[in-house]
């Protein structure tokens, strides 16, 4: 030990002295007022030259500009937007990515710093449900409300270049609004006080020389098209950058994070619309008694799926009690409208399915529903997948194009439609025990079982084309979602394909080719309902892929 | 309900104007009073203007009027708070009981009896010189300095040194040999006076962004020349950049001599006046054609050329170097090469001119002259009884107590410990684990210790998990003190936060392993930094680095930070003044001149061969990140900025030899170990080198440890590995 015992107290002192905070303030804080600063100009007057010298006018508005050789990559503005906004842990409005190319000997590095591009024609503000997002008629500056937001993260999806920020702690997007508080007084934003470089700038720009330039694509290498949103950022420079610059991120693939309700979403909401217009279809040929004995399970059983499905989609807001919102995007936003046709498709449908059960008390004419009733309720659902379609395709991202994600919804919806208007003339027919059922199944089930193989086997190929895109030379998004799928995910890829094979086509090969004796189907109904599973995980997996291996046109991205 | 522009989520962001000068913050974080600090990363120096409320500190901003930033910061200054919040701070002692048990909290009276009882058997056991301390370029001076003369006067221990070893101790010997003392002669403001700004093996946009704010507020329309073998982003704002072979500066260096000397481009004048080994120099040049400095360097000849006639025709040239000059095998006699260049060219003294060394951490300099370690306090000589007689009188000690020589560097020690010379270790503020070159076999040696003690920050780092003791320290922010930033100027550090726990501050622990050991009276007068900051100043006294005339911290911090020197009753220095050293023209040798100093290059210690065919490099990564990531790892922000994974650069000629795709797993190998990396196909790296950033747990394990001869730094920037696909 110590030669001489020492005072525990001595300790007790420096961990006194370490838990007193105030005095070190206390002892050197600088009481300054803003007149005496700290004998530096204010931030008003020291970026003057970086701000406009005068307001907007009519036709302009306020934009980034941003001089590129004189970023040399510090990155400071990112960290500076965060402290100085008082952004969560992680969060910032703006990025650097780095572009590079040119040949050997002579090669080109050229940082990108990023932030919102405050577009003439904004994705996320058409995109948005709830209408959180508005232009100012004045400075053109794209802003977001943050209480009016409900937190569906459309807008994350459908702007370019990743601007709008989800927050999970709060359930809300926030985004760059360019300082405006501080711009009103004359003060520059975060990022352009802290560049170094002063490559940031605020300036004022006519909204035509942003088409024109939007148009020749006048913009920044490695960036989406700007003409899809009309970005308002202008990327200077003096020099000529080499053709080759691409993203240093542009070779790494990496799977986007998934939305779970939404992808249960999708999913089910295709099987209920499906299973309705499988069983329309049917009514045209089926006589009507057997209809009348299938149509109480098969429609209850379809609208109990069609509800799951809007319930789940609820989950994925992250302030879900401001639901009834998304309403109000009607006349802009296909999420609104995807919303609107499938609550319209569930009203519909809750009435056709109740009809049996409650017509034939109250209302006189049996317990039929009418059949322009069906057809309606059929009608709003396909109008509702249409709405899902145009949600995705409104992106912009290649492997979410219309035609593509339209073969997929549909056949989705052809698949679990067929298998489980399949089950349902099973249970029924198990159920009832009716000889009438029996012979309904006998004739129909091969029918519904071969529709359904045909309707698997197509999906599948259309989602195995995909892997075409792999022989191509040029890193195309296609071929990054190829690569996902055939790389990193490429467990999940099996497995869907394998309960697609499994469910959609060998399973009702089998009973195609060693059917039971007659009268004696129902017997399968544990076995169809086995496949009709397989044909659901399939789907659910085929959607998880489709939100995962998505690759996304972006701003350039750093190493 | 159906449509809400206002409530909790919008007033959330809401900015309000801050006072203070500060113009708008967030409503939420508005200050009630604001503290300066200077930064505590990178010698730069920036000063932060901490935001405080109710006593804590809740944001930050550069501050716009100090003179070495004017308001702007690189990222890790802006995170320099956040850091302090992270899960992982040591918050008490922890001890391991025994052999390979895992460490256990234990009482701060536990954990001081039970180091001194160690460290005193040790003693008593080996000697007392086996026990050692490595130290840092990261706490303040007046830490340093009792850590300094309580180690060596106090508890006996001969050896010591820092993880300045690393960064800087080039610069030091290449100016103690050329100028008679360690004098970094420039200030900033010559960034912003020269005609012509050459970089050799420096990356300011990456590695000090705020200095090369400087450069582009220079208005002379400056040429900027870059030597360096990567094309990196400073490169890429260079007017000619030279892509040199590593290690070929000096051909480089002598040849443009050469060619200055032939066709009469020098200021003979000034070698004259205020030089000395000229004719030796010239001679010596003479070896360095253009054809052998081309054959050296793999440059075109005109390129050479062209350099020398920018530099001829400069009017003010300065010269900068980094660690692409100080991490070398040969680095001390390549700064000389930059500094004849300069005294050749008699761009010296005036103003935008000097052969600069930029250093590498926040107190480089601090350590440079107080740690006690090389130097004796003050920057005197351990091996000059006067230079110990006047410490000892300054400090009331008996002059016996001053050992005579200086300590062994770094890796002596480490050497030490292999040789059981060193049995125990007491390691603060910085991380040998993952820093030191060649890390498996260092971390192998400090296995073999009888007894380690860390102090330190955080308890996770890889030195701390070695530790039979880890004692938990207070950070930057929560702690009073001074750094001493690149161009000499000294600045505060203060307390704006309390630390976690029982974290103490380095200043306190230090005084209680005084008063444990014993020797707590020797230390009486050392009772607060700032009253340690007044033995400083006696002991710079006479010193070229005087600064008796700094009154006290209140002074440092009304005249925005002082430079040395400032010796009391020098001549009047106006506050915010930038002054650079030697207008007079006389240097600190007795003879007032400053040397020539010229050596044959030597060549690569592990040349590129068969087996291992390409050359690694090694450095920052991005402005993000800083050393071996303890503190820039804890922030959300800051880890968005840089890779989460090790990757390695590599040019495209030799991805498609080695059938390495783009994005794709590689492992490095070298005769040491080897690693896993993400390949980035890159023309920043020219084809047979690779570039591995420092920053990544795992580099160290294929650097080889090579030193320079008369610095002891070790060469981090030149090894051969092999590259292939996992």
């Known amino acids: 030990m110590a030669d001489a015992p020492v005072p525990a107290t001595l300790v007790d002192h420096y961990l006194r002295l370490q838990r007193e905070a105030g005095t070190a303030v206390d002892r050197f804080a600088r009481a300054h007022d803003e007149a005496s600063g700290s004998g530096g100009p204010s931030p008003t007057g020291r970026y003057s030259a970086l701000m406009p010298a005068t307001p907007p006018g009519e036709g302009q508005q306020y934009a980034f500009e941003v001089d590129l050789d004189a970023c040399s990559g510090c990155k400071s503005c990112v960290a500076a937007c965060h402290a100085m906004n008082g952004l969560e842990d992680e969060e910032s409005w703006r990025d650097v990515g780095l572009l590079h190319g040119g040949g050997e000997g002579a090669p080109v590095m050229q940082h990108v ?295 997929k919804f549909l056949l989705t919806a052809a698949v679990l439609g067929l298998a489980a208007a399949w089950l349902s003339l099973m249970v029924t027919a198990a159920w009832t025990e009716s000889a009438a059922s029996a012979a309904a199944l006998e004739r129909y089930g091969p029918v519904l079982c071969r529709a359904l193989i045909a309707a698997a086997a197509l999906k599948l190929v259309f989602e195995a084309a995909l892997f075409r895109h792999l022989a ?88 | 309900m159906l449509r809400q522009r206002e409530g909790h989520l919008t007033r959330d962001l809401v900015r309000t104007p801050g006072g203070f000068g500060l113009g708008q913050v967030p409503a939420r974080h508005k200050p009630d009073a604001t503290a300066d600090l200077v930064c505590g990363y990178c010698s730069t120096g920036c000063r932060l203007t901490v935001h405080l409320k109710d006593g804590a500190p809740v944001n930050l901003t550069p501050s716009p009027g100090y003179p070495v930033n004017r308001g702007t910061a690189c990222p890790k200054g802006w995170e320099a708070l956040t850091v302090l919040d992270a899960p992982d701070r040591a918050t008490t002692p922890l001890l391991r009981p025994a052999g390979d048990a895992p460490q256990r909290p234990v009482s701060w009276d536990a954990a001081l009896g039970t180091m001194v009882e160690r460290f005193k058997a040790i003693q008593a056991r080996h000697g007392a010189g086996s026990l050692a301390f490595l130290s840092t370029g990261q706490i303040p001076t007046e830490e340093m300095a009792l850590l300094g003369a309580l180690a060596k006067f106090g508890m006996g221990m001969l050896h010591g040194d820092g993880n300045t070893r690393q960064c800087m101790a080039t610069s030091v010997v290449a100016y103690k040999q050329a100028f008679g003392f360690d004098a970094p002669p420039y200030t900033y403001r010559d960034f912003e006076e020269s005609d012509v700004i050459v970089f050799v093996g420096a990356n300011p946009c990456i590695a000090h962004p705020i200095l090369w704010e400087r450069v582009l507020r220079n208005r002379r329309n400056p040429k900027v020349i870059v030597l360096d073998p990567r094309f990196t982003e400073t490169a890429m704002q260079a007017a000619q950049h030279l892509p040199l072979q590593p290690k070929s500066d000096q051909s480089l260096l002598y040849g443009v001599a050469r060619i200055l ?14 030089t000395s080994g000229y004719e030796g120099y010239a001679a010596f040049v003479q070896q360095f054609t253009l054809d052998r400095a081309a054959a050296d360097t793999g440059l075109e000849p005109r390129e050479i050329e062209r350099l020398a006639a920018t530099i001829h025709a400069g009017e003010r040239v300065s010269f900068w170097w980094t660690m692409g000059v100080n991490q070398s095998y040969q680095g001390v006699r390549t700064a000389q090469a930059v500094i004849d260049l300069a005294l050749l060219t008699g761009n010296m003294g005036r103003p935008g001119t000097g052969a600069n060394s930029i250093t590498g951490q926040c107190n480089a300099m601090g350590s440079r002259l107080f740690s006690n370690t090389t130097n004796l306090l003050g920057g005197h000589d351990f091996g000059d009884a006067g230079d110990r007689a006047k410490v000892a009188g300054v400090l009331g000690i008996d002059p016996a107590v001053i050992p005579h020589e200086p300590s062994w560097a770094y890796h002596e020690i480490v050497k030490g410990i292999l040789e059981e010379r060193i049995k125990g270790l007491w390691v603060v503020a910085t991380n040998t684990a993952h820093s030191w070159i060649n890390q498996s076999q260092v971390r192998d040696i400090l296995g073999r210790l009888d007894f380690l003690v860390v102090q330190d920050m955080y308890a996770s780092t890889e030195t701390a998990r070695m530790a039979d003791l880890v004692l938990p320290a207070a950070a930057w922010g929560e702690k009073d ?36 050991w014993g020797c707590g009276e020797m230390f009486g007068e050392w009772e607060s930094p700032e009253a340690v900051f007044h033995i400083l100043k006696r002991l710079s006294a006479g010193q070229p680095c005087d600064i008796t005339g700094i009154a006290d911290y209140a002074m440092l911090d009304e005249r925005g930070g002082i430079q040395w020197p400032y010796p009391a009753g020098g001549p009047p220095v106006a506050p915010g003044a930038e002054r650079h050293l030697f207008e007079d023209g006389r ?140």
């Open chain 1, 472 to 559: 191509a030379r040029s890193t195309t998004s296609l071929k990054r979602t190829a690569l996902l799928m055939s790389g990193a995910l490429s467990q999940v890829t099996a497995a869907r394909f394998a309960a697609g094979v499994v469910g959609g086509i060998a399973m009702p090969a089998l009973v195609l080719v060693s059917r039971p004796p007659a009268g004696e189907d129902v017997m399968l109904a544990p076995f169809v309902a086995m496949l009709f599973v397989a044909c659901l995980a399939g789907e659910l997996l085929e959607r998880y892929l489709f939100f995962a291996a998505v690759a996304s046109p972006k701003m350039p991205g750093g190493v």
């Open chain 1, 113 to 407: 710093t990023t932030a919102c591009h405050h577009c003439l024609d904004p994705a996320c503000m058409h995109a948005c449900p709830v209408d959180a997002y508005e232009k100012d008629p004045a400075t053109g500056i794209v802003r977001h409300l943050d209480d009016q937001c409900f937190g569906c993260q459309y807008c994350t999806l459908a702007c370019p270049y990743d601007a709008p920020k989800y927050s999970a702690a709060k359930g809300i997007v926030r985004k760059c609004d360019m300082c405006s508080d501080r711009l009103a007084e004359g003060e520059a934003p975060a990022c352009v006080q802290s560049c170094p470089g002063e490559a940031i700038r605020i300036r004022v720009v006519d909204a035509n020389q942003v088409v024109e330039e939007s148009e020749t694509n006048l913009f920044v290498p490695g960036a989406p098209e700007p003409e899809i949103t009309l970005p308002a950022t202008t990327y200077r420079t003096a020099r000529v950058l080499p053709r080759n610059m691409i993203p240093a991120d542009y070779y790494s693939v990496n799977p986007t994070a998934p939305h779970w309700p939404l992808i249960v979403m999708l999913a089910l909401t295709q099987l209920s619309v499906g299973a309705f217009l499988v069983e329309q279809v049917l009514g045209l040929v089926a006589p009507a008694a057997l209809m009348a004995s299938i149509r109480p399970l098969h429609s209850a059983s379809a609208l109990v799926f069609g509800l799951l499905a809007l319930a789940v989609s609820v989950l994925h807001l992250g302030r879900p009690q401001y639901a009834f919102r998304a309403v109000i995007g009607l006349r802009h936003s296909w999420l609104s409208r995807e919303i609107v046709a499938f609550g319209l498709f569930a009203g519909l449908a809750v009435t056709y399915a109740a009809w049996p059960w409650i017509g034939a008390r109250f209302l006189s004419g049996g317990g039929a529903a009418p059949p322009w009733l069906g057809w309606t309720v059929a009608g709003a659902g396909v109008a509702g997948i249409g709405c899902s379609v145009m949600v995705y395709q409104f992106t912009q991202k290649d492997f979410w194009n219309g035609w593509s994600t339209g073969c």
């Open chain 2, 587 to 726: 240097f600190h040798h007795p003879d007032g001149r400053a040397r020539f100093l010229f050596e044959d290059p030597r060549p690569l210690p592990e040349a590129p061969g068969e087996r291992y065919p390409f050359l690694l490099l090694t450095g920052r990564g991005t402005a993000a990140q800083w050393h071996t990531q303890t503190r820039t790892a804890k922030s959300a922000v800051l880890r968005k900025l840089y890779p989460d994974d090790v990757y390695v650069e590599i040019n495209p000629a030799d991805a498609r030899a080695r059938g390495i795709r783009p994005h794709a797993r590689v492992e490095v190998r070298s005769r040491r170990g080897r690693i896993k990396a993400t390949a980035f196909v890159t023309r920043s790296v020219q084809p047979g080198q690779l570039f591995v950033p420092m920053h990544y747990e795992v580099t160290n394990r294929l650097t080889d440890a090579v030193f320079d001869p008369y610095s002891k730094q070790p060469s981090y920037k030149a090894c051969a590995v092999d590259v292939g696909p996992v």
């Open chain 2, 481 to 516: 003190g001074t750094f001493i930033n690149s161009e000499r100027r000294i600045g505060t550090i203060r307390k704006v936060a309390s630390a976690p726990g029982e974290a103490l501050a380095d200043f306190a622990i230090f005084k209680l392993v005084a008063e444990y």
């Open chain 2, 261 to 274: 000397i032939e066709r009469g481009w020098i200021d003979a004048g000034y070698v004259e006046a205020h």
